[in-house]
C-alpha cells in the first residue's frame, strides 16, 4: 500500500495563477482532511470531506476550494494564488468514528511545498 | 473551542539526557490525543495516541507520554535522547464534532546537543 500520497512535491507559482493539489489514498478511508503549516502556528485545517461526494470548511478555508468526487481522491484548488498562500500543505485521511474510536487516527501524506510569488 | 498548547517553542537537551515536552489542550469530553513528530523536509510520523484506559501510552522509538485529566496534560518522555531524535514535535487532540479533525499545537523544535 502506499498510503497517503500527494502530488506535487513542490511548485512555484506567480500571484493570480491556479492550481491543484491531488491527495489520494488506497486505505479505503472514508474522512480525508486538507492541513497548511506555517512556522509557529503548528498544522490548521483548510477544508476536509466525511465521504465521497461531500465537503466542509476547516478553520482557514478562504481562498480554497476541493472536491472529492471519488473516495480515493481529494483535491484542493487555488482560483487565484496569493503570496499569503505560500505554506506546506498537508493531505491526510482516516476511518470515520463510526467504524470505532481506536481507528481514527489520521495518516498524513508526504507534503507539497508552494510557493507564491 | 478546542485547543492545544505547547509551551516550549524550543527545547535544546545533551545526547544521552532525558526529555520531557509538554502539552496541554482545552477539550470538554475525552479527549483523543497524539504526538506526531516532523523531520525537516518531512512529513509527520505518529508517535502516540492515546483513546482511553491506561493513562501510560508507549509510542514507537521509545517515547511515552502520560494523560492527566486533571491537568488536562499529555507529556511527552524519554529517557534517553539519541541525536536522531532532533525534530519538530506536535500535539494534538481529535475534534469529534467536525469530521475528527486535528487541532495541532504550534509544536516544539527539539534540537540535540553532543
Known amino acids: 500500500n502506499a498510503g497517503v500520497t500527494q502530488t506535487p512535491k513542490f511548485r512555484v507559482l506567480k500571484t493570480g495563477q491556479s492550481m491543484t493539489l491531488l491527495c489520494a489514498q488506497d486505505?479505503?478511508?472514508?474522512?480525508m482532511y486538507w492541513y497548511r503549516q506555517d512556522p509557529g502556528m503548528g498544522l490548521r485545517l483548510i477544508h476536509y470531506?466525511?465521504?465521497?461526494?461531500?465537503?466542509a470548511k476547516g478553520e482557514v478555508p478562504d481562498g480554497y476550494n476541493v472536491s472529492r468526487l471519488k473516495k480515493q481522491n481529494f483535491l484542493l484548488g487555488l482560483e487565484s494564488a496569493a503570496p499569503s498562500q505560500t505554506s506546506v500543505y498537508f493531505c491526510?485521511?482516516?476511518?470515520?468514528?463510526?467504524?470505532?474510536?481506536?481507528?481514527?487516527?489520521?495518516?498524513f501524506g508526504p507534503g507539497t511545498r508552494l510557493t507564491v510569488l | 473551542a478546542q485547543s492545544v498548547t505547547q509551551p516550549d517553542i524550543h527545547i535544546t537537551v545533551s545526547e544521552g539526557a532525558s526529555l520531557e515536552l509538554r502539552c496541554n489542550y482545552s477539550?470538554?469530553?475525552?479527549?483523543?490525543l497524539f504526538w506526531y513528530v516532523q523531520s525537516p523536509g518531512q512529513g509527520l510520523q505518529l508517535l502516540l495516541k492515546?483513546?482511553?484506559?491506561?493513562?501510560l501510552v508507549q509510542g514507537i522509538k521509545g517515547f511515552e507520554a502520560e494523560f492527566k485529566r486533571s491537568q488536562s496534560s499529555f507529556n511527552l518522555r524519554k529517557p534517553s535522547v539519541h541525536w536522531s531524535d532532533a525534530a519538530e514535535y506536535f500535539c494534538?487532540?481529535?475534534?469529534?464534532?467536525?469530521?475528527?479533525?486535528?487541532?495541532f499545537g504550534a509544536g516544539t523544535i527539539l534540537r540535540v546537543k553532543s
Open positions: 492515546y483513546f482511553s484506559g491506561d493513562t
Open positions: 477539550y470538554g469530553a475525552t479527549p483523543y
Open positions: 470531506s466525511v465521504g465521497e461526494g461531500t465537503t
Open positions: 494534538a487532540v481529535t475534534d469529534m464534532e467536525y469530521g475528527n479533525k486535528l487541532v
Open positions: 486505505m479505503n478511508h472514508e474522512y
Open positions: 491526510a485521511s482516516s476511518y470515520s468514528r463510526q467504524v470505532g474510536t481506536r481507528n481514527n487516527e489520521q495518516f
